[in-house]
């Protein structure tokens, strides 16, 4: 499972307020079929761009971090008979200091709300409200690998009149 989609779930749950049973994660092959119901749909239709990476060393843990920051456009796709409601009310709560605090406390950044587009529209439908959010989210990959440290480095200098050592 794509780790941002997870994070952006817990982040629209927490932020909204909204059962965790009604939020899904894009491609993992469920089907909505009751349009009434408030489902919430995250999805990453685009490419992650990856805006930095680096690494660290812990001398005392002996373990080497690498580290990698990506963004990644998602869309939010709201439904049912709240589905412009859900939609406007996330985007306006973005900049809140609750959204602040979870952005911390799940190790996510998220943008500001680019776009909003009623689906229902632009398939020619009657029925079945149909809005999504579009908006870009930043996250952290990082790998630990177990890196042993060098206490005393050893030299070896190759002269032409042999090898000498040196601490």
């Known amino acids: 499972m794509n780790e941002a989609l997870r994070l952006t779930a817990l982040y629209v749950r927490n932020l909204l307020g909204h059962p965790e ?3 899904k994660i894009g ?3 469920e089907n909505i079929e009751d349009f009434t119901t408030d489902y919430i749909g995250a999805d990453a239709l685009g490419a992650a761009t990856r805006m930095a990476s680096g690494q660290t060393y812990d001398g005392d843990s002996e ?3 690498y580290a990698q ?3 990644l456009p998602v869309t939010l796709s709201f439904y049912g008979n709240n589905a412009w409601a859900n939609g406007t009310k996330l985007a306006v ?3 809140s200091q ?3 605090e979870l952005q911390q406390s799940l190790g996510l950044g998220v943008f500001q709300a680019s776009q909003l587009t009623d689906v ?3 398939t020619g439908q009657q029925y079945g409200n149909r809005y999504e ?3 870009n989210i930043r996250f952290s990959l990082q790998a630990i690998v177990d890196t042993f440290r060098i206490d005393t480095a050893q030299i070896e200098l190759r002269t032409e009149t042999g090898v000498e050592i040196q601490p």
Request: aromatic residues 8%.
């Open 21 to 23: 049973n009604l939020i």
């Open 27 to 29: 491609r993992l092959g």
């Open 63 to 65: 373990e080497m971090t």
């Open 69 to 71: 920051q990506w963004q």
């Open 93 to 95: 709560l973005i900049p």
């Open 98 to 100: 609750k959204s602040y």
């Open 120 to 122: 229902k529209i632009l």
């Open 133 to 135: 959010l579009a908006l």
